[in-house]
């Protein structure tokens, strides 16, 4: 059997038994990356902790970060392009580089997207109940309960059909990104006009490294950069259902307007009020920047932009963990169940029900037992990492992929080596930094990494009982690499 013959096998481009091709468009595609990354939701949960960890100098971060994430998403590019796929990094790294390294990436990627999912169906609950009652607002059972209703009806969305989640999420985009520019421009002018009492002016530290407070707390910032970034990536992953083969360059322009987006969101908006007002709202801290910028009703429209946001980062969370679930299920390493696609649809039916029932599980498992909630909280913590380890992995694995090419012209070489390779050797630092200055304590190593530890050893138990083809034979494993396809 050919190289291709097996791709075709593997990748079962059967558009009847397959995912409904040329589905999404550029657009859409951009929409659920960004969606995946949910900046709205990602700067209520972080702005506070970003300015704890860098003071003002929150910009500095996300410039740091944003080459190297240019750089690994130039990787994903260059990998979508040779062979678009659900299982995305799984997919990539177990036939580049090793099939069992595939496996851990596939793992790790899942935990990212289910048990990180534990942190956006309460703030579901508590931003939607708070709109009518701030007592509701702060009972953990009826926060608990909307959040189901909502997160049910997100997984129904993303159950229908990849482009009907696609036109939910550009309905939530133009509401929830016109607010934020909205108030990020109030922002600056009552500020510049000192119309804001108590507000912060712009400086100069804002941008130097004195002003985040030395090179520690800015590997502390970067760190949570890392978080807000990530989930661009969810491009690649509805990439077999995107026409022309696009997804990767998706995927770039996903990681330019994230760092438009959040850039401008942080220096507007950090400046409203004291560092002390920031830290003692820190648990809806842009409905009170709405409320400081233009009283009760702008308080609301900032409590719906957030919630709009947590949604569609939600949904796109499903849809990225059901796609790899799915890929993984259609090479036989899981069980082939998780492959199953609706005859209607056209979505992967059964890993979609699950993700969005396991949603439902560790909510009312950590809400109602608090050693689960304590346990999903020290894994969630990590999920920085987690991000950071399967970017590393997909820029090593597209410098690999293509080293033959990379030195056939200067562009080549600088795209297809040098700024993955930069992508690569960040990441590889930011990890090793973080375990190197216990920047996590025990509980956190031990539950965040035992559990991702914990996907070697059901790859290697897979490998054994499931026998997949996907460790074995030379089309679909380490034994042979896309050189013969690019040559």
Not at 135 to 153: F, P, R, S
Not at 301 to 313: D, E, H, K, N, R
Not at 459 to 476: E, Q
């Amino acid at each position: 059997m050919s190289r291709s013959e097996g791709v075709l096998r593997t990748g079962q481009t059967d558009d009847s038994a397959g995912l409904k091709t040329d589905a999404l468009g550029f657009g859409d595609t951009v929409v659920l990356a960004m969606a995946s990354s949910g900046p709205t939701q990602s700067i209520a949960a972080s702005l506070a902790a970003l300015m704890i960890a860098v003071r003002y100098a929150g910009f500095l971060p996300l410039l740091v970060c944003f080459v190297p994430m240019i750089g690994i998403a130039i990787g994903y590019q260059r990998l979508n392009s040779w062979q678009p796929s659900a299982g995305a990094t799984y997919s990539w790294v177990g036939r580049v580089i090793n099939p069992h390294a595939g496996f851990f990436s596939g793992w790790i990627m899942l935990m990212y997207y289910t048990i990180g999912t534990v942190s956006l169906t309460p703030i579901l609950g508590s931003y939607t109940l708070s709109l009518f009652s701030n007592a509701a607002a702060n009972n953990k059972y009826d926060t608990a309960l909307v959040g189901t209703v909502l997160n049910l009806l997100v997984l129904v969305i993303a159950a229908l059909g990849v482009k009907l989640s696609a036109r939910f999420q550009w309905l939530w985009a133009v509401f929830e990104y016109t607010a934020l520019a909205g108030f990020s421009i109030a922002a600056v002018a009552l500020i510049a006009t000192n119309h804001l009492s108590g507000s912060i002016h712009l400086a100069t530290s804002w941008f130097t490294l004195h002003g985040a407070g030395g090179f520690h707390a800015l590997i502390a910032g970067i760190l949570i950069a890392i978080f807000l970034y990530s989930g661009w990536d969810t491009a690649a992953y509805v990439g077999e259902e995107v026409k022309g083969r696009r997804a990767g360059s998706a995927a770039i322009t996903s990681v330019v307007l994230l760092f438009v987006v959040y850039s401008i969101g942080v220096i507007a908006l950090q400046g409203v009020a004291p560092f002390s007002a920031i830290q003692a709202n820190s648990g809806d801290v842009l409905a009170f920047v709405g409320q400081r910028i233009g009283g009760t009703f702008w308080e609301n429209v900032m409590i719906v932009a957030v919630l709009g946001g947590t949604l569609a980062s939600l949904q796109a969370a499903i849809v990225s963990a059901a796609r790899i679930s799915y890929a993984m299920g259609r090479d036989r390493v899981i069980p082939s169940w998780f492959s199953q696609v609706s005859s209607t649809y056209r979505t992967p039916m059964n890993a979609t029900i699950l993700v969005g029932i396991l949603n439902v599980v560790f909510l009312w498992g950590s809400t109602l037992v608090g050693s689960i909630g304590t346990a999903l909280s020290d894994v969630v913590s990590t999920l920085g990492l987690m991000a950071a380890m399967f970017y590393l992995l997909t820029a090593v694995t597209a410098i690999w992929c293509y080293r033959r090419s990379i030195v056939s012209s200067a562009s080549n070489f600088v795209l297809g080596g040098v700024l993955p390779a930069f992508g690569a050797a960040f990441m590889a630092f930011i990890i090793i930094y973080e375990l190197a200055t216990n920047a996590l304590n025990g509980i956190e190593l031990s539950f965040g990494f035992g559990f991702a530890a914990f996907g070697l050893v059901l790859s290697l138990i897979s490998s054994r009982v499931g026998k997949a083809p996907f460790y074995s034979d030379p089309t679909t494993s380490a034994g042979a690499t896309a050189e013969a396809e690019l040559a």
